[in-house]
């Protein structure tokens, strides 16, 4: 059971260099979501997706973009990398937002990228 | 912006210790989960709390959801190196999105 898998796990990138984070996810469900995680600041939103087609931005969207064909695949675009990008990426994917419900977000083991 | 903030950011205990992780906010959130971070790995759901003055255990674990639903603390009893990790709180607030506390992370030694 794979769960949520995302490629690469490393990736050093240069300045202006564009890149596409992948993520997919053998669950079926319909909720997706990248977010960013920088030393001591927990996990900030980028973007997120109620099922294919349809994609929102999080809190900190500018700098990326997102694109959801189909169920199982999230990819996260860079384009036009900057040093403020590095960080530790995670997707994770929920079958619902009824968190009250014990809902759970399962995460991806993230992916490490540093701009230089 | 709803804004979680726990502390402290972070604890080195020895094995056999007691610790307690804050999470607050000035925002009420409909319902607030914590999960746990080990290096090199995404987070994983340990506990949702959703009713105010809720209390859940899990084994040493001991998770207590705020009153007015705007905090919750997490009380480690005998800590072990197996519970060495990141702590992280979540909250459901507004549009069904969970936002996530700032983190504490916890190193037990023997």
């Known amino acids: 059971n794979a769960g949520v898998t995302q490629t690469p796990k490393f990736r050093i990138l240069k300045i202006g260099q564009s890149m596409t984070l992948q993520c997919t996810q053998d669950?079926?469900?319909?909720?997706m979501y990248w977010y960013r995680q920088d030393p001591g600041m927990g996990l900030k939103l980028i973007y997120y997706?109620?099922?294919?087609?349809?994609?929102d931005k999080g809190e900190v969207p500018n700098g990326y973009n997102v694109s959801r064909s189909t169920t199982e695949d999230f990819p996260l675009r860079l384009e036009l990398a900057a040093p403020s990008q590095t960080s530790v990426y995670f997707c994770?994917?929920?079958?619902?937002?009824?968190?009250?419900?014990?809902?759970?977000?399962?995460f991806g083991q993230g992916t490490r990228l540093t701009v230089v | 912006t709803q804004l979680l903030e726990q502390s402290p950011q972070f604890l080195s205990i020895q094995e056999g210790e007691n610790l307690t992780v804050y999470c607050n906010s000035s925002?009420?959130?409909?319902?607030l989960q914590w999960y746990r971070q080990e290096p090199g790995e995404g987070p994983v759901l340990l506990v949702t709390?959703?009713?105010?003055?809720e209390v859940k255990k899990l084994k040493r674990l001991t998770f207590q959801f705020g009153d007015a639903r705007k905090d919750s603390s997490l009380h480690i009893t005998a800590a072990q190196p197996g519970d060495t990790g990141l702590y992280l709180c979540?909250?459901?607030?507004?549009?069904?999105?969970?936002?996530f506390g700032t983190g504490t992370r916890l190193q037990v030694t023997l």
């Open positions: 994770a994917s929920s079958y619902s937002t009824a968190w009250d419900l014990n809902t759970e977000a399962f």
């Open positions: 997706s109620v099922g294919a087609g349809i994609t």
């Open positions: 925002s009420v959130f409909s319902s």
């Open positions: 979540a909250g459901a607030g507004t549009a069904s999105k969970l936002t």
């Open positions: 669950m079926n469900h319909n909720y």
């Open positions: 709390v959703v009713t105010g003055g």
